[in-house]
């Protein structure tokens, strides 16, 4: 369904279809990429495992999201058309046809290059009917002690409604036969508290383990499915299938009649439960009979029923990744800490290390340890008179929340902005902020109609005879786990301007502000969008009179049309166009006449890019952007989100030279972008240097070589 690339003529209508790739498409190359990952033999093996299991969840989240809204377009009768002009009906038989075809290559490398190499490595994950009479004996026994017990088997006949199959759990259904002869259906859900995998293995004692790492596993649903008689006794096993179903997991918040946002995505989350199947994976050996009981009674469109031999649902192979076998998998690194805030535990140092220069984090690089750091020592120091922060995703057994708590018992001034609205993070939200509620921090819920995406901390503190604002900015979360897993920039800072404009903002978020000036940040829905094409078509004038033009954009995704329209005409005007995006990119590069001089490439490696950089040349006076937008409609229109600069010279040579530009020169992760909008693996010469800009990034933080640690005065 990819439009075909034609020659345009001296006139060129920068919104024409064919200038455009679909946003959906576009989002199934990415898993296409990541599944490449899963295929490098180059890759250690439970990694390879990893990546299968994340293009599982990603085709998850794509159904319950992007396919349940198209479905829903599709039930409404709409024929709008999208930038690239498909209606929903011609996108979804697309992306049938493609998801199709990405997990049947997921399936088949499982089967054929992982499942065989992880038996090399002594990893056996085994079918029951496959072990020793031993093995199935300790098999049955974990059964009978640990399993049986949570199980709970729900019939399904005129007397009991068919059961309710919660969204994305693994079930079995069960064909039994009474001593009637008559047949019956049962389902069983397989319970996600215990062990996906069950070890078989007869246990050894440390004193004589001798090293051994082999290991036997089978899989929960095959061992109940095992132990079926002792679920139904006196009934007569016929048969047991297992299926997975998605549904629809968008919330419909219908704000402006809401009294209560927080009640109100409360019942959304309650509603979530039963939105419609829209799709449903069967093992390939499932009869049309009990097919049949499981679509008319899960009321799912046949089109959206898949068969699969092998584990149904990709993402539970993450089980398999997490199993303990260390050499099997990336070797552990020790996040660097900053030269800045290497201390004597001093809580003022960090403070001082903010008066005295910006400090540029590079996670998981370097540690997230120093924004917790700041939070704990600004909640104890006795100068700090209030602490205000955004909270998107935390996650569970937060540190970060912990130091606002300690902060009011500090008996300082807190405020949270707890977006409720994080998708699939909206029951952990809800918990934060009633907790923080409870103890007396000042917590918003979000704006109506917005979502609050941006990443800032700001700390009031008093110094001598005057109040000094503190300053942390970031591209992702404020959660220490995936600070560890994500590639993201934060800033510390105590510029008074970016301290006048987060003050503002957050008056914007907390209060009624209908403020439309910062003094530098960037803030969508306010400027954001306007200021950026702006800072474009600048770069436009400075290439007309100085042909130097050149913007690197490093982001998650592009999708914006006017954005996009933007970058055209900068090809077009002679500007150098580089593009780092990692998901979705809707612009096609290379179309003679249109985007000649832009290139697009995505990185996919050990780490989840997730930074957002915006760098312009600026007739050298370079400028960089740093922040939580990428350049998509929701993030420039329906989100509150933040782009701040990067002032000091030393920040931008360091983001310019020596991460920017080890990106564009990676030649072992990266992926060209073709004008096709399909992607083509960058291949190196022989004597060409090899480069894996996570690796030298890594490398750099190991051998302690980045440039704060060689001169932290030097200026450029």
């Known amino acids: 369904m990819t439009a075909p690339i034609r020659s345009f003529p001296d006139a060129i209508e920068l919104s024409d279809p064919s200038l455009y790739v679909n946003r959906e498409l ?58 690239d ?48 009479a031993a093995q199935q004996g300790r098999a049955d026994k974990y059964f009978s002690h640990t399993v049986f017990p949570v199980l709970t088997p729900l019939a399904f006949d005129p007397g009991r409604p068919f059961p309710h199959i919660s969204n994305l759990s693994l079930n079995l259904a069960v064909l039994i036969r009474d001593a009637e002869g008559e047949q019956h259906f049962a389902r069983i859900k397989v319970p996600v508290t215990l062990p996906q995998l069950v070890s078989v293995d007869a246990p050894v004692r440390p004193s004589k383990s001798n090293g051994v790492k082999n290991q036997t596993l089978v899989w929960l649903e095959d061992v109940i499915a095992s132990n079926l008689n002792a679920l139904f006794p006196g009934m007569e096993i016929l048969e047991a299938h297992p299926f997975h179903v998605t549904r629809d997991a968008e919330i419909a918040i219908q704000e402006l009649e809401a009294g209560d946002l927080l009640e ?11 939105g419609d199947v829209v799709r449903l994976q069967v093992s390939a050996a499932m009869p ?70 910006d400090v540029l984090l590079h996670h998981p690089f370097d540690s997230f340890q120093p924004v ?63 907790a923080m509620e409870r103890q007396g921090v000042h917590v918003v819920y979000g704006l109506l109609g917005l979502k609050v995406h941006s990443k800032i901390t700001l700390v009031v503190r008093a110094e001598a005879d005057a109040i000094r604002r503190y300053v942390h900015l970031g591209t992702g979360n404020y959660n220490p786990l995936t600070a560890h897993l994500y590639t993201d920039l ?25 403020k439309k000036d910062y003094r530098k940040l960037l803030v969508a829905p306010i400027n954001l969008r306007e200021r950026f094409q702006e800072l474009i078509h600048r770069e436009i004038e400075h290439h007309r009179r100085s042909g130097n033009g050149y913007v690197i954009f490093k982001m998650n995704a592009l999708e914006e049309p006017d954005m996009v329209r933007s970058l055209y005409q900068a090809s077009q005007a002679g500007v150098k166009v580089d593009l780092i995006v990692r998901g979705i990119c809707c612009l096609r590069p290379g179309v003679p006449g249109v985007s000649d001089n832009i290139r697009v490439l995505s990185i996919v490696g050990r780490f989840l890019e997730h930074s957002r950089i915006y760098y ?9 952007f740093l922040g939580s937008a990428d350049l998509m409609s929701r993030n420039l229109i329906r989100r509150v989100e933040v782009l701040f600069p990067v002032e000091d010279r030393r920040l931008v040579r360091h983001l310019r030279d020596h991460v920017l530009e080890i990106y564009l020169r990676d030649n072992v992760k990266t992926r060209d972008m073709q004008s096709n909008g399909s992607y083509t693996r960058r291949t190196r010469e022989p004597e060409e240097e090899e480069i894996s800009s996570q690796e030298s990034l890594l490398f750099r933080r190991r051998t302690k070589l980045n440039h704060l640690r060689i001169n932290l005065t030097e200026e450029s």
């Open 616 to 624: 312009f040349h600026n007739g050298g006076n370079e400028e960089i």
């Open 264 to 274: 109100n995505t409360e019942e959304g989350l309650r509603q979530r439960r039963f």
């Open 85 to 132: 002009g498909m209606t929903p009906a011609e996108q979804l038989e697309a992306i049938r046809a493609e998801v199709a075809n990405i997990v049947a290559a997921a399936h088949k490398s499982l089967r054929r290059q992982l499942m065989p190499a992880l038996e090399e490595a002594g990893v056996r994950v085994r079918e029951y009917r496959q072990l020793s």
């Open 372 to 434: 917790i750091d700041f939070l704990k020592k600004s909640a104890k120091d006795p100068s700090v008179l209030a602490v205000k922060m955004t909270l998107y995703r935390v996650g569970r057994n937060s540190p970060v929340v912990e130091a606002l708590l300690e902060a009011i018992e500090e008996e300082k001034q807190v405020a949270a902005l707890v977006e409720l609205k994080a998708r699939f993070d909206e029951e952990s939200n809800i918990e934060w902020a009633k």
């Open 26 to 83: 576009s989002l199934l190359a990415f898993q296409r990429r990541v599944l490449e990952e899963a295929q490098d033999r180059t890759n250690p093996l439970l990694e390879r495992i990893k990546f299968l299991s994340i293009v599982g969840s990603n085709l998850d989240e794509f159904f319950m999201i992007r396919v349940a809204g198209l479905m829903r377009q599709l039930e409404a009768g709409t024929t709008d058309v999208s930038a």
């Open 490 to 514: 934060g800033l510390f800072t105590a510029d008074e301007e970016i301290g006048a404009d987060v003050t503002d903002l957050f008056n914007y978020l907390t209060g009624y502000s209908s």
């Open 288 to 357: 049309s009979n009990v097919l049949r009981i499981l679509v008319n009674n899960l009321e799912v469109n046949r089109k959206y029923v898949s068969k699969h031999s092998g584990p149904l649902s990709l993402s539970r192979l993450k089980y398999l990744a997490a199993i303990d076998r260390p050499d099997l998998k990336d070797p552990a690194f020790l996040a660097a800490t900053v030269p800045a805030f290497e201390s004597d535990g001093d809580d003022e140092d960090i403070f001082a290390a903010i008066r005295a220069r």
